[in-house]
């Protein structure tokens, strides 16, 4: 075996063993961003949460290392009356997606622990009832953007 | 065929009457579908004559007080929200700033005026940083005491509640979710509400301005 298909047998057991790492969660997040607000006022981020599972699975928590508290929460809009409300837990169908959104499920940041502007990225993990725990980038973008 | 206007056996004198009363009724019915056309050209809802003008007096995000005469000549889009509420007062703030940037002339003219309904906790100087944060040209913060704040949600029937507060002290305050747009002389034109979209709101407004 040469030198080079050597090096590229070893680059497609690397590239294998990525991929089976990645499929075997069976919960993953895409699309996530923070809208930034000045003065540390609570921010919301936004994500959208994939189920690859056969069976329903709870998200039962979100932590930030960034933010002191990160909560999940549900704008609800009733007549022309809008409140925002904490949510216990949220069901991820199988094979099914949450899409959390503007006037609609959010997670709160409050309490950021350093300072945040938009351009940085920050980081929310994720629990569910299953045991997997899963890491969501976050974009922080700045306050006008919509989504 | 019998004369839809004639009936058998009747004098010309009320066959001109009745002429005279369909025609009245035509101009009527074309009167009220010119109406309509007209009012089916505005994508938001058009409140015209239902609402009362734009009146308040309040404290700018400057530090200096802010009343309706002074907005004179400026269009006045006025949404009630709290800087406390991460989710959809920001999503709406974003959607207005966006349509007024898609007409940078004609949004010289207009004003986005953020109304707190959580007086206690917003300050003009937090209402400036958060104002700033979607448009620093053409929105401003208004904040006031609760009996000024609440004299203007009444007004357009803008109703809020703030929620008990938490262990922290941080609540939530439910409010109305509308945005009252009034044309250059404060009168009320149209209501809109954050499901309305960026162009919607764009096409709006400049056909607003464009009334002169």
Known sequence: ?147 | MQHPLRRAGEPPARTLRRCAAWLAGAVLVLGLSACGAKSQSWQLDDVEGHLPDLSFSLMADNGQPLRAADLKGKIAIVYFGYTHCPDICPETMAKLSQALSKDAAGAADMRILFISVDPARDTPASMHAYVDAFDSKHAIGLTGSPSDIEAIAKRYRVAYQADKPEGAGSYEVAHSSGIYIFDRDGKARLLANGNNTVDQLAHDLQQLAQQG
Do not use: C
Not at chain 1, 52 to 76: C, E, R, W
């Open chain 1, 1 to 147: 075996m040469t030198s080079l298909s050597r090096l590229l047998a070893s680059l497609l057991l690397a590239t294998t063993g990525t991929l089976a790492m990645a499929q075997s969660a069976t919960l993953s997040t895409s699309g996530g961003w923070v809208r930034w607000l000045p003065a540390q006022l609570p921010a919301a981020g936004y994500l959208t949460v994939t189920n690859n599972g056969d069976k329903p699975v709870d998200l039962i928590g979100i932590t930030s290392p960034d933010y002191g508290m990160a909560m999940l929460h549900q704008t609800t809009t009733e007549g022309s009356t809008s409140k925002m409300s904490m949510v216990g837990k949220l069901t991820v169908p199988a094979h099914g997606k949450v899409l959390f959104s503007p006037g609609n499920y959010h997670v709160m940041l409050e309490q950021p622990k350093h300072a945040i502007v938009p351009g940085d990225s920050i980081q929310l993990q994720l629990k569910f009832s299953n045991g997997e725990t899963v890491v969501a980038p976050m974009p922080v973008k700045p306050a006008g953007t919509t989504q």
